[in-house]
C-alpha cells in the first residue's frame, strides 16, 4: 500500500546560529557557603574547582534569565523574535506543573505562536533540548528552534549539606538551532540509567529541607516558623556519581565522536557538563585529548548550574576568544535520572 503522506521538506542539515548566556548579578564566594557547613575554601576548590558561582535575586526568576540569554541567542544568530518556530527549555526549577514555562518565554521574546514546551533531563537537559532541535529543523516542523537551558538550583539548594552546599548556581544559557547546508550537529548517543536514579534526587524528606527566614521579627513566632518552613533538596551519592560520570561517561563521550566520524585529534573544543573540575580533568584523561583542545572549565566560577552549564560555558568561550566560530566541539550533558546525551557540534 502506498502511503499517502507526503515527506518533509526540512533542511538536509542543521546547526547552532547563535548563543547566548545570562548570569544572574550576585556572586557568591566560597566564604558565604561556609558560614552554613564545616568546611573550608581549600577542601570545596580541591573537592570541585569551584570558587564562586551565581545566586539569582528575587527578580532574577526562571523565565526572566531565560528572556535575557534567549534575545542574546536571536540577535547572535542574526534572525528576528518572529522567525522562531519553537522553543524547548530544559529545567527543574521551574516549580509548575503547567503551564510550561516555555510558553511564557515564547511571548516575553516575541515569538508569535511558535510550538513551546519544557524538558525535565537534569544536566543533560540541553542536549536533549538540541537533539529534538535538530529533528524539527531537518523534518520541516520549524524553521528556526530556540533552545533554552535554565535553573535557579539555589531554590534547591540545602545550605546545611556539607556534600552539596557548594555545588550549585543559577543561570540560563540558549542557543538558535537553523538551517545548515553541511552537518553541524552530529548523531546525538543519549540515554538513561534508571537503576541508578536514586543517586541523584530531590528529596522531600524533613531532615533535609532548608530552613528558610520568614519576615516578622526574631520573636518566638518567627522563630517558630523558621523551624517549619523549608525548601525540598537535591541530594546525591557523591562517589557513585563521580565514578559513573568519569568511567562512563568517557565511554559515551567516545562513541559520540565515533558517530560524528571525528577522532580526538580533529576537535579543536570539549564543553562538559560543568559538574566538577575533577570529572572533567579525568574525562579529558580518559579521551586523550590533545593538548590544543580547549577545554571548558566555566564550573570554576560558575558553579553547577545544570541544564543551563553546557550553553553558558559555550558563551563564555566565544566571548572570551578560547573558542571561535566554526571550531569543532565534543559536548556531553549527564545527570540526574541518570541520564546522558553527547554529540559533536559546529560551534556558531
Not at 552554613?36 to 527578580?59: K, L, N, Q, V, Y
Given at each position: 500500500?502506498?502511503?499517502?503522506?507526503?515527506?518533509?521538506?526540512?533542511?538536509?542539515?542543521?546547526?547552532?546560529?547563535?548563543?547566548?548566556?545570562?548570569?544572574?548579578?550576585r556572586?557568591?564566594?566560597?566564604?558565604?557557603?561556609?558560614?552554613?557547613?564545616?568546611?573550608?575554601?581549600?577542601?570545596?576548590?580541591?573537592?570541585s574547582?569551584?570558587?564562586?558561582?551565581?545566586?539569582?535575586?528575587?527578580?532574577?526568576?526562571?523565565?526572566?534569565?531565560?528572556?535575557?540569554?534567549?534575545?542574546?541567542?536571536?540577535?547572535?544568530?542574526?534572525?528576528?523574535?518572529?522567525?522562531?518556530?519553537?522553543?524547548?527549555?530544559?529545567?527543574?526549577?521551574?516549580?509548575?506543573?503547567?503551564?510550561?514555562?516555555?510558553?511564557?518565554?515564547?511571548?516575553?521574546?516575541g515569538?508569535g505562536?511558535?510550538?513551546?514546551?519544557?524538558?525535565?533531563?537534569?544536566?543533560?537537559?540541553?542536549?536533549?533540548?538540541?537533539?529534538?532541535?535538530?529533528?524539527?529543523?531537518?523534518?520541516?516542523?520549524?524553521e528556526?528552534?530556540?533552545?533554552?537551558?535554565?535553573?535557579?538550583?539555589?531554590?534547591?539548594?540545602?545550605l546545611?549539606?556539607?556534600?552539596?552546599?557548594?555545588?550549585?548556581?543559577d543561570?540560563?544559557?540558549?542557543?538558535?538551532?537553523?538551517?545548515?547546508?553541511e552537518?553541524a550537529?552530529?548523531?546525538?548517543?543519549?540515554?538513561?540509567?534508571?537503576?541508578?536514579?536514586?543517586?541523584?534526587?530531590?528529596?522531600?524528606?524533613?531532615?533535609?529541607?532548608?530552613?528558610?527566614?520568614?519576615?516578622g521579627?526574631?520573636?518566638?513566632?518567627?522563630?517558630?516558623?523558621?523551624?517549619?518552613i523549608?525548601?525540598?533538596?537535591?541530594?546525591?551519592?557523591?562517589?557513585?556519581?563521580f565514578?559513573?560520570?568519569?568511567?562512563e561517561?568517557?565511554?559515551?563521550?567516545?562513541?559520540?565522536l565515533?558517530?560524528?566520524?571525528?577522532?580526538?585529534?580533529?576537535?579543536?573544543?570539549?564543553i562538559?557538563?560543568?559538574a566538577?573540575?575533577?570529572?572533567?580533568?579525568?574525562m579529558?584523561?580518559?579521551l586523550?585529548l590533545?593538548?590544543?583542545?580547549?577545554?571548558?572549565?566555566?564550573?570554576?566560577?560558575?558553579?553547577?548550574?545544570?541544564?543551563?552549564?553546557?550553553?553558558?560555558?559555550?558563551?563564555?568561550?566565544?566571548?572570551?576568544?578560547?573558542?571561535?566560530?566554526?571550531?569543532?566541539?565534543l559536548?556531553?550533558?549527564?545527570?540526574?535520572?541518570?541520564?546522558?546525551a553527547?554529540?559533536?557540534?559546529?560551534?556558531?
Amino acid at each position: 500500500m502506498t502511503s499517502k503522506i507526503k515527506p518533509a521538506k526540512g533542511a538536509a542539515y542543521a546547526r547552532i546560529m547563535g548563543v547566548g548566556g545570562y548570569r544572574p548579578t550576585r556572586v557568591v564566594p566560597n566564604e558565604e557557603i561556609l558560614k552554613h557547613i564545616d568546611s573550608s575554601d581549600e577542601w570545596i576548590r580541591s573537592r570541585s574547582g569551584i570558587a564562586t558561582r551565581h545566586w539569582a535575586g528575587p527578580e532574577e526568576t526562571v523565565s526572566a534569565m531565560s528572556v535575557e540569554a534567549a534575545g542574546k541567542a536571536i540577535a547572535d544568530a542574526g534572525v528576528t523574535p518572529e522567525q522562531i518556530g519553537a522553543v524547548i527549555v530544559s529545567t527543574v526549577s521551574h516549580f509548575k506543573q503547567t503551564p510550561a514555562i516555555a510558553t511564557e518565554i515564547a511571548h516575553r521574546i516575541g515569538a508569535g505562536k511558535p510550538a513551546a514546551f519544557d524538558i525535565s533531563a537534569g544536566c543533560a537537559g540541553f542536549g536533549y533540548g538540541l537533539t529534538l532541535a535538530k529533528g524539527m529543523v531537518t523534518d520541516g516542523s520549524a524553521e528556526y528552534v530556540l533552545v533554552i537551558g535554565v535553573e535557579r538550583l539555589s531554590d534547591l539548594t540545602d545550605l546545611e549539606d556539607r556534600a552539596t552546599a557548594f555545588l550549585f548556581g543559577d543561570g540560563a544559557g540558549a542557543v538558535v538551532v537553523g538551517p545548515a547546508k553541511e552537518p553541524a550537529i552530529g548523531p546525538t548517543v543519549w540515554g538513561s540509567e534508571g537503576d541508578k536514579a536514586e543517586t541523584i534526587k530531590q528529596t522531600f524528606g524533613w531532615d533535609v529541607y532548608r530552613r528558610t527566614p520568614v519576615p516578622g521579627g526574631d520573636g518566638p513566632e518567627a522563630r517558630m516558623a523558621l523551624e517549619d518552613i523549608r525548601y525540598p533538596a537535591i541530594t546525591q551519592e557523591g562517589q557513585a556519581v563521580f565514578r559513573w560520570a568519569v568511567f562512563e561517561m568517557a565511554k559515551v563521550a567516545q562513541q559520540a565522536l565515533d558517530a560524528a566520524g571525528v577522532s580526538p585529534d580533529d576537535l579543536d573544543v570539549f564543553i562538559p557538563h560543568q559538574a566538577n573540575m575533577r570529572i572533567i580533568d579525568s574525562m579529558v584523561k580518559t579521551l586523550k585529548l590533545p593538548e590544543n583542545v580547549t577545554v571548558a572549565r566555566d564550573v570554576e566560577t560558575t558553579g553547577n548550574t545544570s541544564a543551563a552549564s553546557i550553553p553558558l560555558a559555550m558563551e563564555r568561550l566565544l566571548a572570551t576568544g578560547q573558542a571561535k566560530s566554526g571550531d569543532t566541539a565534543l559536548v556531553i550533558g549527564f545527570g540526574a535520572g541518570l541520564v546522558y546525551a553527547a554529540t559533536v557540534v559546529t560551534l556558531p
